[in-house]
């Protein structure tokens, strides 16, 4: 295994906590990730094959995870699907291709972002910065604290970021928690793509905008909502989505 452990951070760094793990068999383009974010005052790690990725995601704990598609010993896409079943983080996925079934395809297996080669570090760093601006873990609830939002058999808690269906808890990755979270919070009212990717990612999106059309797909199946007569994801066809009653 090929891996680094950054334990000179920035002055702030142990402050905010954040973790960041880069995994590249591109030496030389892992280690300028790394050094963009290590400035940003993340502890940092660098893995070069998929295997090890896994193994250190584990121990390292991230809150987000830098992912080439392209990996020796297990490819990108088998390494998100096994990040997913035991982390929550935030997954920005590389890749030399730019197609859009490339995209959806990282995204179908979890991924958050998708970032094509050759890219802007400082963008890619951008882009994670806005990701990490929703909180990682629940807020202490105080007193006044609003109540969870029901939908039906739908139970939403946005400040505990949890999600249960007839008392049954649903594992949503962040990103889908998120797109659930800011239709809930507007029942009724019809959020554009653009609307939704820049308030899951608080600020302006630059991309393909039917990429959250991916996560909706994942939140609906999730939720046992049928894309045919959906009754809490509901597409307004030319605009985009608005929650629905659940009924």
């Known amino acids: ?4 452990n950054n334990t000179s951070a920035p002055s702030g760094g142990a402050a905010r906590g954040y973790r960041a793990l880069v995994v590249d068999d591109e030496a030389a ?8 974010l290590t400035r940003e005052h993340f502890a940092t790690r660098i893995v070069d094959n998929g295997p090890d990725a896994v193994t250190v995601a584990r121990d390292f704990d991230p809150d987000v995870v830098v992912l080439d598609l392209g990996l020796p010993g297990m490819d ?12 929550d983080a935030y997954v920005v996925m590389l890749t030399a291709r730019d197609t859009e079934m490339d995209t959806i395809v990282g995204l179908t297996v979890g991924a958050d972002d ?9 963008e890619l760093v951008a882009r994670i910065r ?26 939403i808690d946005v400040a505990a970021r949890e999600v249960s269906l007839q008392g049954e808890p ?21 959020l554009s793509r653009r609307q939704l990717l820049e308030t899951v990612r608080e600020g302006p999106w630059v991309g393909n905008e039917h990429l959250v059309d991916v996560h909706v797909g994942h939140v609906r199946r999730k939720l046992g909502d049928d894309p045919g007569a959906p009754r809490y994801v509901i597409t307004v066809r030319g605009v985009g989505y608005r929650m629905g009653s659940g009924q």
């Not at 295994?1 to 680094?4: L, N, S």
């Not at 383009?29 to 963009?36: D, F, G, I, P, T």
């Not at 990108?76 to 982390?87: A, D, H, P, Q």
């Open 114 to 122: 998708y970032v094509a080669k050759p890219f802007s570090p400082r």
């Open 1 to 4: 295994m090929k891996a680094m």
């Open 76 to 87: 990108g896409l088998e390494v998100c699907r096994k990040l997913r079943t035991f982390s």
């Open 130 to 155: 806005a990701m990490l601006r929703r909180p990682r873990a629940a807020p202490d609830r105080g007193a006044d604290e609003a109540a969870p939002l029901c939908f039906g058999p739908l139970r």
């Open 29 to 36: 383009l892992a280690e300028v990730v790394a050094s963009y």
């Open 170 to 190: 649903i594992l949503l990755t962040r990103t889908e928690f998120d797109i659930l979270a800011a239709l809930s919070a507007r029942p009724g009212v019809v």
